[in-house]
């Protein structure tokens, strides 16, 4: 079975600051996609940003980019310009078609 | 358009009862979910289903049972609760499997005392 690992237990930033947070990855598989979804404190969890494994381009939603490195397993979340409502728990999920993942999560806590 | 809806929001029960979590889409998805978060802990997979009719195990099923008669709902049953099962219940709904973004309902808190 596929594991997800999200090695910061949380991690704080001040506003207009950048961040980054990982997520390593373990699969055989060559075909899968990944996400980042968030959930802020009123619980709703949403999609953040998606990345399809076959595409080399690392996928970028406004101040949301990923920085995918296929052969490391790894799928780190770049947020720029952080603002207070990114105040959430952010989840990595690894998906393919025999399995979805998803890692234990980053409490990020934006500072003013 | 109301989405993914989950009822209810609270619940406790006693050790031995047992209870439905109701859950509702709106998006016309065929896949929906069933999710389970502890504390400190990601979204496991508890069951899910490709379409009316059909539904299949996941990751953390014991304890659990799923029908879906209707495209829109899929109920999940605790049979003799246990407090292992307190948890926070998330119900789930895409278009796809594994390619589609998943939409989440606001989520159940179950308590097992």
């Known amino acids: 079975a596929q594991t997800v690992t999200q090695s910061q237990p949380e991690m704080s930033v001040q506003e207009a600051e950048t961040v980054t947070l990982s997520c390593t990855y373990d699969?055989?598989?060559?075909?899968?996609?990944l996400f980042w979804y968030k959930q802020p404190p009123s619980r709703q969890m949403i999609l953040v940003i998606r990345q399809e494994a076959y595409k080399q381009q690392n996928a970028t939603e406004n101040r949301f980019s990923v920085n995918f490195q296929k052969a490391a397993k790894s799928f780190s979340l770049k947020i720029s310009d952080s603002q207070l409502g990114d105040t959430a728990m952010y989840f990595c999920?690894?998906?393919?078609?025999?399995?979805?993942?998803f890692g234990a999560g980053t409490r990020l806590t934006v500072k003013p | 358009n109301a989405g993914v809806t989950q009822t209810p929001k609270f619940r406790i029960l006693k050790i031995g009862q047992s209870m439905t979590l109701q859950c509702t889409q709106d998006?016309?998805?065929?896949?929906m979910y069933w999710y389970r978060q502890d504390p400190g802990m990601g979204l496991k997979l508890i069951y899910y289903?490709?379409?009316?009719?059909?539904?299949d195990k996941g990751e953390v099923p014991n304890g659990y049972n799923v029908s879906r008669s209707t495209t829109e709902d899929f109920p999940l049953r605790l049979e003799l609760a246990a407090p292992s099962q307190t948890s926070v219940y998330f119900c789930?709904?895409?278009?796809?499997?594994?390619?589609?973004?998943?939409?989440f309902g606001p989520g159940t808190r179950l308590t097992v005392l």
């Open positions: 289903s490709v379409g009316a009719g059909i539904t």
């Open positions: 999920c690894f998906s393919n078609n025999n399995d979805m993942r």
């Open positions: 699969t055989s598989e060559s075909n899968y996609y």
């Open positions: 789930a709904s895409s278009y796809g499997w594994a390619e589609d973004e998943q939409f």
């Open positions: 998006m016309n998805h065929n896949y």
